[in-house]
């Protein structure tokens, strides 16, 4: 499902990531431990492409990320195809604090998956039920308490329907049940 072979990321001179090597199968659950400041989040970042590697080869469900020194278009066009079958909840959320909790999870399917948004509602009704929050789906993010906005955080990856989900500090604001 996710291969990675030589991974260097490198800022200001400095590397980040040195060669990192790492394969996971589809359905395993694998999770990146390590101090503050060891790449965790670069690394995940690199595997969606927001942040661009120097060197090495990704590959997520059949698709190839293309390194910094690729030409732009192809590179545009792996990253299309990459953030349409990866899903990624990030370490502050990041939903948009202007729509309500049943905009963020329809905008995506919506306008990346075509979906029409009767579809993309009964979906995003679904998932809220699946991570426990009936009833907020008219509620902004500011409404909503930290481990609520990283439910809806999930759910919003998951309405993606991805191939894989990446995780950023995946237990930070969640009660341990």
């Keep these: 499902m996710i291969q990675v072979r030589g991974l260097i990321r490198t800022a200001e001179g400095r590397p980040i990531l040195n060669g990192l090597d790492v394969e996971i199968s589809q359905g395993e659950t694998v999770a990146v431990v390590g101090p503050s400041g060891a790449g965790k989040s670069t ?11 120097q060197a090495g ?37 990041n939903l948009f604090p ?15 998956l075509g979906k029409r948004r009767t579809a993309a509602e009964t979906t995003a009704l679904q998932l809220l039920e699946e991570v426990n929050l009936h009833g907020v789906q008219s509620r902004y ?5 930290g481990g609520e906005q990283q439910r809806v955080a999930i759910a919003r990856a998951l309405a993606m329907q991805p191939q894989a989900i990446l995780f950023d500090e995946p237990t930070s604001s969640l009660d341990p049940e």
């Design 43 to 53: 690394f995940l970042r690199c595997l969606n492409g927001l942040d661009p590697f």
């Design 57 to 93: 080869r990704v590959r997520i469900a059949g698709q190839e990320l293309l390194p910094e020194s690729a030409d732009a278009a192809n590179r545009a066009a792996a990253l299309g195809a990459i953030r349409r079958q990866v899903g990624m909840v990030f370490q502050s959320f």
């Design 141 to 145: 993010p500011r409404q909503l308490s």
């Design 98 to 112: 202007h729509l309500t909790v049943m905009d963020n999870l329809c905008l995506a399917p919506q306008k990346v």
